[in-house]
């Protein structure tokens, strides 16, 4: 029987890159298993969720739950891992702010499961059957399967969350300064997010061509640009998501000649990340009228993925609900 600190990983809805940061520690991940016991970690080592239930209340030192809460599951994965756990870190973007797969709460939960059972093309489904939680074959024999939330949450919408490490993924360095901070006890207040809370502009290596006032005229999308690689992306016309983001990813994205998408979130000073980058554009257009506007806005087709990429579950208007779902939330509380 160990002595060491127990950690825990779980994912979520996400897409995996999660996981892979933690082995993208390379040699370091030595280091970091002669520290801890890993208990639970379903994508690596063979545990199951009543391994988890046998544990004593609060036995693991930290769990790192990474992903965005959809499913009932996914839901109680985490509630139960909140009981067992000393610290539990939100990791990566869709934890913290919903993510990318927040990106449907632009839709109904009705509509999204009419489109993928009812209407896609390649479906054949006549008789328009949907998946049950519950399901007792002639054997009867019962199947229980996941249901399917109103919305996409983040997860401290759903359990208490002690700290977050941001980014899509976080990156090795900031894993390995968290964890050995975790481990030796020498950590900021409760709550904090354990990366820089300064913006990324402030840390860009192109800032100093970043222009005072940018007075845009059109809007280009990256893919059709050949972009100058010494230049503020936003003198060029591109939506950048630096001055509104969190510093940390060492500018990853600037350096490979790819404006930030913001997935490491806002600082503390601000509290809608999507609306500040708004707000900052937007003030900063030339024309005045609204034809002028209308024209180079038009250069920005998904202004909720381009400005709410990872954080739609964290932002102002969280999503878009219907008759059908509302009636069903008021019977399932605040799912």
Not at 248 to 268: E, L, V
Not at 274 to 282: E, F, N, P, T
């Given at each position: ?237 591109v939506v950048c998501m630096g001055p509104a983001t969190r ?89």
């Amino acid at each position: 029987m160990t002595d060491k600190p127990k950690v825990a990983f779980y994912w979520c809805a996400s897409c995996g890159g999660c996981e892979e940061s933690v082995v993208d520690l390379a040699e370091a991940i030595l280091e970091v298993v002669q520290l801890v016991d890993i208990v639970f970690w379903p994508v690596a080592i063979d545990t199951k969720k009543a391994d988890v239930e046998r544990m004593a209340d609060g036995s693991i030192a930290v769990s790192l739950i990474n992903g965005a809460v959809r499913t009932s599951e996914q839901e109680e994965m985490a509630q139960l891992l909140r009981r067992k756990s000393q610290l539990v870190v939100a990791y990566g973007s869709c934890a913290q702010m919903g993510g990318i797969p927040a990106l449907a709460n632009q839709y109904s939960r009705e509509r999204i499961l009419r489109t993928v059972y009812e209407e896609v093309p390649t479906v054949d489904n006549p008789n328009k059957v949907r998946p049950q939680p519950d399901y007792v074959d002639d054997a009867q024999i019962c199947v229980h399967l996941p249901e399917f939330r109103q919305r996409v949450r983040s997860l401290d919408q759903v359990v208490d969350v002690d700290y977050t490490l941001p980014g899509c993924p976080p990156t090795p360095k900031l894993l390995a300064e968290a964890l050995h901070a975790i481990l030796d006890g020498n950590l900021p207040p409760k709550g904090t997010v354990l990366a820089p809370d300064t913006a990324l502009c402030d840390a860009c290596p192109r800032k100093d061509s970043k222009p005072e006032d940018v007075g845009y005229t059109e809007f280009k999308r990256p893919h059709w640009t050949i972009l100058d690689p010494e230049k503020c992306f936003l003198a060029q016309g591109v939506v950048c998501m630096g001055p509104a983001t969190r510093s940390g990813c060492d500018a990853q994205c600037i350096r490979g000649n790819m404006p930030c998408t913001g997935c490491f979130g806002p600082t503390s000073r601000v509290h809608d990340q999507g609306a500040k980058i708004v707000s900052s554009i937007c003030s900063s257009i030339a024309a005045e009228d609204s034809d002028g506007i209308e024209s180079t806005l038009s250069g920005i087709p998904d202004p909720v993925g381009t400005f709410y990429r990872y954080g739609l579950s964290k932002c102002l208007l969280r999503g878009r609900v219907d008759a059908v779902d509302a009636a069903r939330s008021s019977q399932e509380g605040t799912r």
